[in-house]
């Protein structure tokens, strides 16, 4: 694999430098051919994460780069197809980039999400019990990852604009995935 570890490096508490470094390196990330229906620009989704008090957006390190982006939002679980907006964080913008895909790095991100995610539910003191996203039917790489880091399909989410999608959870309660 490379790399058992990544460390997400939340934007939100870095000083203006470092974050500038930062949103040069995920300015400088892409995808594979056909993965942008499934995923937006990385650093439009920064920037967006960034500019709305409700997402925190984190950028993916592992092995002292850059791989990947993603950012977790309060309030907004519907989006994936959740029924209770307060009730769980919503993982989207999730990306790893195309330099280090195929690495077990989505998995292990999307781990370290669910881990984020449930500390800022104790700093913030609120009540969300897990993690939920949305991922393409067709997109049978990030389904995959999702399951392997613990996140439970939920059942079908029409909604989304690239086609048919899973809802996917994660519970706070759920054990690491081994």
């Known amino acids: 694999m490379g790399t058992d570890w990544v460390w997400l490096i939340p934007?939100?508490?870095?000083?203006?430098?470092?974050?500038?470094i930062q949103l040069g390196a995920i300015a400088d990330m892409s995808l594979l051919a056909g993965q942008e229906r499934f995923v937006g620009d990385p650093l439009r989704m920064a920037l967006a994460g960034l500019a709305e008090e409700s997402r925190y957006p984190y950028v993916v390190e592992a092995g002292g780069n850059a791989s990947g982006v993603l950012t977790l939002q309060a309030g907004a679980a519907g989006l994936a197809?959740?029924?209770?907006?307060?009730?769980?964080?919503?993982l989207r913008g999730f990306l790893i980039d195309s330099r280090h895909q195929g690495k077990g790095l989505g998995t292990l991100a999307a781990t370290a999400a669910v881990e984020a995610a449930r500390r800022l539910t104790v700093r913030h003191q609120s009540c969300e019990s897990g993690v939920v996203l949305s991922v393409n039917e067709e997109n049978h790489a990030g389904h995959s990852a999702y399951r392997r880091a613990g996140f439970v399909d939920a059942g079908p989410y029409l909604g989304g604009s690239a086609g048919p999608q899973r809802t996917m959870f994660h519970s706070f309660a759920a054990p690491a995935p081994a």
């Open 11 to 20: 934007l939100r508490d870095l000083d203006a430098d470092a974050r500038a």
């Open 81 to 90: 197809g959740w029924p209770d907006d307060g009730s769980a964080w919503l």
